[in-house]
């Protein structure tokens, strides 16, 4: 099955910073990969996803990069607030799995005012 | 956005009885529902996967006797804890997958805390 590696498990960065969070998965079918934002206590709330025929998405300070033949994808905060602080998880699917969610472990960050 | 709504949030059991959770996509038909539990400071822990009109499918080291699984309309996916003991007590969160049209996109419910005194 499939195997999502998350790094660090743990981020902290200073207000106005900016974080980043990598990823790898182990099965090249691969082809959905959304991130989540968690909250204690609270539901994932997802906040920015990419498919495998693209490379790079953005939305506004959250960025998402994929790179299909190393098998990594990587979260991007830029200009980091104290509300940006929470759980943050990786994970994998693919079609053929009812896009069944594999996830990472989970980072943790916090931003310092 | 898409909403997926999960009652009860909090409950609280006797070691022996049974809770059920539900799980409601509100504004839009979910043909794939997914079951997770997740303990605190840790990742979500798949347990099955509800496909509306048939049998849920489980992961590996889920009882699914214990963990009686409904997917009876395109809307509402129950999750049953049958004979719940304090090691069942933990954080359930549900979620639900759009159709191909909308992009599979899959959304979660608020999570349901359950503890069994």
């Not at chain 1, 998350?6 to 998965?25: F, M, N, R, W």
């Not at chain 2, 359930?92 to 979660?108: K, L």
Request: hydrophobic share 30%; proline share 3%.
């Amino acid at each position: 099955g499939e195997n999502v590696e998350q790094h660090p498990s743990t981020l902290s960065v200073q207000e106005g910073d900016s974080a980043v969070i990598k990823c790898t998965y182990s099965d090249s079918a691969s082809n959905y990969f959304p991130w989540y934002k968690q909250e204690l206590g609270k539901r994932p709330q997802l906040i920015i996803d990419i498919r495998s025929n693209v490379g790079e998405k953005k939305d506004q300070r959250i960025a998402v990069t994929l790179n299909k033949t190393a098998k990594h994808f990587s979260l991007h905060i830029t200009e980091t607030q104290p509300e940006d602080s929470a759980v943050y998880f990786c994970a994998a699917s693919k079609r053929s799995n009812d896009y069944k969610l594999s996830f990472g472990a989970g980072t943790t960050v916090t931003v310092r005012a | 956005g898409a909403v997926v709504s999960q009652h009860p949030s909090w409950v609280i059991c006797k070691s022996g009885t049974s809770v059920k959770i539900e799980c409601r996509s509100l504004d839009f038909q979910a043909t794939t529902m997914f079951w997770y539990r997740q303990f605190p400071k840790q990742s979500l822990m798949l347990m099955a996967t509800s496909n509306e009109g048939s049998k849920a499918t489980y992961e590996q080291g889920v009882e699914k006797d214990k963990f009686l699984i409904n997917h009876a309309s395109l809307t509402l996916s129950t999750l049953t804890v049958t004979s719940a003991h304090p090691e069942d007590s933990s954080f359930y969160i549900c979620s639900a997958r759009r159709d191909r049209s909308s992009g599979n996109t899959i959304y979660f419910g608020e999570g349901s805390w359950l503890t069994v005194v």
